[in-house]
């Protein structure tokens, strides 16, 4: 299986994430994807693959134009600000919500990075842009793999994506590497495109960014966010809106949900992706459903993955993983690479 593996992720290592009142050591770490690589290596499950130039206006399909001048420029202002911040991580303060404007661009560095996120707990860094382009770079890098002719490919990146939006960040993702991945693939020729988002936690970022298209179907099984973050998107009615309607299908979960109610709701959303039609598919893959996640709530256990993998291939469409979360770090490279061999088998 070709690896488009970010070579440049460790450039994105926030310190500290905001977390209920007090900074804690992120959760997002560079060893997350160390782990994998290794894991894939010792496996000789991967060929390292080199991404390609990413095309601005296929980013920008997807991202809007002032979000990426914004990301692309963030560390550099806020170092401007106080010579003093390039000891500390950027992260937001103030949010606009309902009845905010959200058409004025503040002058205000720190009212935009409030304007392009939603949440505290997603630290921009010096290299944050380096490597978040990296990755997507990556991604298109996988799209086009699929394109060329390959049944599947992995992108091994961070910072994940799938929580970031068309216009903004947060869940510790800047660039939706998944939704690129998709774009690049429409752009591609393929008509219609699946994204099945495995991560434990609802993938918002990807579902806004589909919601209204017909050509993008989107399936996610996740944690309730009733009680689970990011909280406010993943609900089970949330069905997609204008040509999208009945292109996006959330299966919530409640915390503590073992391995075999979740694999009877994965075979749910690989059914709805069977009947859309869609001639390949994009996995947002978080493998932080593991049991030992220090962050989620679900019970599946190490082996699990390998049935997971396999449940996916039987769809027997072209299939590009990309890496989101998992932060349980010892387990994450064999999780993950459990998911790829089950494929493979
Ligand atoms: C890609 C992904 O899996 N993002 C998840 C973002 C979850 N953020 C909210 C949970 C924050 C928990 N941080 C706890 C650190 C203290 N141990
Ligand atoms: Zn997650």
Do not use: K
Not at 69 to 84: M, N, P, S, T, Y
Not at 88 to 105: K, M, N, Q
């Amino acid at each position: 299986m070709q690896v488009f593996y970010n070579e440049h992720h460790a450039l994105h290592h926030g310190r500290h994430e905001m977390f209920r009142g007090a900074l804690v050591p992120c959760v997002e770490v560079p060893a997350r994807v160390d782990h994998v690589l290794q894991e894939l290596r010792a496996r000789g499950l991967g060929r390292i693959a080199q991404p390609p130039e990413i095309p601005r206006d296929l980013l920008e399909r997807v991202h809007a134009p002032r979000y990426l001048r914004f990301l692309e420029g963030a560390w550099d202002e806020w170092v401007v600000l106080d010579a003093a911040n390039a000891q500390r991580d950027a992260i937001p303060s103030y949010w606009p919500i309902r009845g905010f404007r959200s058409d004025v661009l503040p002058a205000s560095f720190h009212a935009r990075m409030g304007l392009f996120s939603f949440d505290a707990g997603s630290p921009l860094t010096a290299g944050t842009w380096a490597a978040a382009s990296q990755g997507a770079a990556c991604a298109v890098g996988g799209a086009r793999a699929l394109l060329a002719g390959e049944r599947s490919a992995f992108v091994l990146t961070r910072p994940p994506g799938h929580h970031a939006g068309p216009d903004f960040f947060g869940g510790y993702c800047f660039l939706n590497n998944a939704a690129l991945a998709a774009q690049a693939l429409r752009d591609g020729g393929c008509a219609r495109v699946a994204v099945l988002d495995v991560d434990y936690h609802h993938g918002n970022g990807t579902q806004t960014i589909f919601y209204e298209r017909g050509d993008v179907f989107f399936a996610s099984v996740h944690g309730d966010p009733r009680t689970e973050y990011p909280y406010f998107l993943g609900y089970g009615d949330e069905r997609g809106a204008g040509a999208g309607l009945d292109c996006n299908l959330n299966l919530p979960l409640p915390r503590g949900t073992g391995f075999a109610r979740w694999r009877d709701t994965l075979a749910v959303a690989l059914d709805a992706i069977a009947r859309f039609g869609a001639d390949a598919l994009v996995v947002s893959l978080g493998v932080d459903t593991f049991a030992l996640d220090p962050i989620s709530g679900f019970g599946l256990g190490s082996a699990d993955y390998l049935r997971v993998g396999e449940d996916i291939a039987a769809s027997a469409l072209p299939t590009l993983f990309v890496f989101e979360g998992g932060y349980a770090v010892a387990e994450v490279g064999v999780n993950a690479a459990n998911v790829l061999d089950g494929f493979l088998s």
